[in-house]
Every structure is written in structure tokens, then in C-alpha cells.
């Protein structure tokens, strides 16, 4: 017998009344349960083809570099505030990280002098400017401001109005017992041409070290960026200098923030002769991933300083060149030794003609992970350095996890071996894509370079897809009992696809 229209009416009621009193949670957070950006110090780290000695031969296999993909979404944060539209408008040099279940952004501003503002986000994409209370701006502090020029009376800065703090670079500091010193700051203190440190409680009520006023860190320029390497347990700053070819940009350590040693007195990143004669380094911040160094090099395309003796000013020096900045790619292993992409093309290029980042671009001081994509957030410029004119905002451009270079094959399938190594399950962790029709296979090398019976190319279970963890095994589950505890290697094949990263079961 069919329901009556009555019965499906209260039906109905009853279904909606219980869809709108379900008590809904909060929506799960998208911060990272492990750290997939620096990876924990002791490794194990995935394999990335920007090292070459992960491979030891390979065969019909392109190496291809990949440049970041702006978000449709971007730009991300603008000038809403009067405090924001009084200048250029929000840029970084700055910081973005999670914390909480939170992003939170200490970015910039430029409204006479330097000051720096707060904002903070659930999803990477829709940030809010809480109102905290803490500087004044227009006669109140209703605003997202944390720092701008010295409220100390005691203090008697060079030049007060250039404003205390110019590229925060914020770190958390989960291993510090003292509660005060949660959360440190590094920046350039503009009002004392110094590179100084501060530290806060909560990432936003800071105090400044007062020793470093006078004497400051460590001898730079006005750009400088930070970092904490977790290999080494140590910090890691990059500072501004000059070379023959402008500017560039040095490194140097501290086993506490506070003592620093520069592992060179000169520049150790600079243009060179590969380099067109319009190129210098105005800065680049650093990060840790995965056991190597990642640098953002912020490249300037602006002709050499002319030395003192011909009576020039940097800026006339400077006259007929773009004064354009975008970001490169660049890695290391030691933080002395740098390379960079053949090609040496644009990793963040500017924006198309107009845009808010058409003219500049600057990075924050690292990405953020949020899924399978790394986040780099960056302040645009929609006119040239030295302008006086532009306009800022801040975007957002993404990379799959792992993904500045790759391993291509197209049609005709290609092969690579990796680096020896322990292979104590027969799993790969493969962080690959591939096109319709393509697969990755491989199989398992024993110390001569023949495959393990039952480990062949044929036994494996080949991937098809797009993963950034795929796990890839063979019939067998197990290695035969000759093998455990071996050197082992891995010959992967590929067709139609693309391979970005491997890390082997250890």
C-alpha cells in the first residue's frame, strides 16, 4: 500500500527537523599531521630528482623542471584597511605557517616607514584581519597591526619613523621551555640599520632583544630571511651583500639565534656568467625540505652598481633596465655550494600586464603544505622597483608535493636506476603521475644488477593515476630470506608519465 501525502509530508518535516538540529563540528583541519616540508631530521627523505646522485643511469627519460602554478584565487589578501591603503598595500616579506590548526601571516606594510600587520586563515585561501588591540593607528587600536615604530620611551632609535621591523621571518619554537620565548622574529630593524631578533609569548606581543639595537646580529643589508634547520639543529639566516655583479646574497648560522657566524664574509649566491648582464640577487629565502636546502633567489634584472669614482647613484646606474623581480629556483646540500635549472627560467614569473604582481614578486620566507600542494604565498607589485607608485597585494601560487622536477617518458617508455641503498620490504613510496595510457612499473636489483626472482618487472603490480604516495609492490610479499638486509636498487619503468619523487620501504 502506498504512503499517504499526509505521512510523506511529516516525513519530510521530520527529516529536515533533523538536519537542521544535528549539532555540525568544526570542519577538520587542513594542517599537516607530520612535517612532508622539511621531513623529521633524521630522514628518511623521499628521493627528489633535483639531487642527480638519487639516480645512478637512466634511459629515455627527459629531466623536466616545473614552475609554480598560480591559484585562481589569487590575489589572496588586498588593501581593505585604511592602514593598508595609506601605502603600496600588503606584501610579504614575511611568513605564513600553521599553527593550531590555523595559517597564520605576519605580512607588510610601507606607509612612510615600515609596519607589519596579522592575519589568519582555516583554509590558505579567505584570511581575516583580527582587530588586536596592540598599535595605534588614526588615534586607535582597532586594527591587525603588531608592530610599527618603537612604543618604548627608553629606546632612542637612529631614525624612529623607518619603523622597527622590516621581513619578518616568525618561527615557533615548539622546544624552547621559556613560555616568553614561544615564538621568535628575525627582521631587519629599519630604525637601526640593524638585523635584530624578538620574541613573543603568542606570536604577537613581541620584545626585542636590546642588545642587538646597537650591534645588531650580524652585518647585512636591508633583506634578510630565516629559517630553522632541523638537520643541524641550528638556525639559518641569508643576508644582503654586493659582489662584482650586485647584489647577493650571503648565509649564516647560529646554534641559538643569538651568536652568529657567516660561513663566508662574502656573498656564496650571486649572478655569474650564465647569468644575462641585468641580473642580481635582491634576496632569497631558504628553507629546509626533505634533506636538502631550497632557496627562492628574488632576481633582479637591473644593470650593476657603477663603483663610487664615476659619481653615480644606484638609481641612475639603474636607468634603461626593467627593475623588474621574480623568483628563480635554486638547492644545495650545504648550504655553500648552489645550483640552479639549465634553463634558469622563472619558478614564480610575474603576472600578465596590469595585474598586482605584474612588476614585482618576493616570496614568504618558505611554503606551506596544505593536502598534497605546497603553498607558496608571495607580495606582488604591479609596477617596478624604485617607482614609488605601485600598488601591492598578496597571491598565492601552488606545486604538488615534491614536484620542481620530474622524470619524463612520453610515448616510447623510458628507464632509471636508482642510487644503491637498503630495501628492507619490497615497497615504494612513488609520488608519480601518469598520462592515459601509461604506467609505472619496476623491479627490484640485487648487488650485480640482476632482478630478484619474483621481484621482476612483470610481477609488479604497476600504477596508473595521479599520487603523490602511492605505495608500489609486487606479487611476493615478502624478499627472499638472501636478500634481507642487502644493497639493493630499483629499475623503474616509465611510459607516458611522469615520476617526481621515491622513497624505498627502509
Known sequence: MLPSIRCLALLGLLLVGLLTTTPVGPAPSLEPTRDDVAGQSGGP??????DPLNVSRQQGLTRVFHPLERHPGSPVLKATEPWEREGSGPYLYGTVLWDGGRLRMWYHLVNGGYRNAYAESADGLHWTKPRLGLREFGGSKDNNLFLTVTQDPKESPVDKDRGQCHNPSVIKQTWEKDPSKRYALFCWGADYNAVRVAYSPDGLRWSFVPETARRGLFESSDVV??????????????????????RSVGVAVSPDGLRWEKLSQTPLFAADDLDPPETQVYGMPVFPYQGLYIGLPWIYHAKVHYPPEMLMTREEAEVGSPCTVDVRLAWSHDLVNWTRPPDRQPFLPL??????????????????????????????????????ASRAAIGLATLRLDGFCSLHAGDQEGWLITKREKLTRPEVTLNARTELGGSVKAEILDLSGKPIPGFTRQECLPFTGDSTAHTLRWRTPRLPKSQEGTVKQLRVFLRKADIYSYLPAD
Request: glycine share 16%; no cysteine; aromatic share 20%.
Open 351 to 388: 603576472g600578465p600586464k596590469g595585474a598586482l604582481d605584474s612588476g614585482m614578486v618576493y616570496t614568504a620566507r618558505a611554503p606551506v603544505q596544505v593536502g598534497d600542494r605546497l603553498y607558496f604565498y608571495y607580495g606582488g607589485f604591479d609596477g617596478p622597483h624604485n617607482s614609488g
Open 45 to 50: 627523505f623521499r628521493r627528489l630528482f633535483l
Open 225 to 246: 630571511n630565516f629559517a630553522y634547520d632541523p638537520y643541524q639543529k641550528r638556525y639559518l639566516a641569508t643576508w644582503k651583500g654586493a659582489t662584482r655583479r650586485g
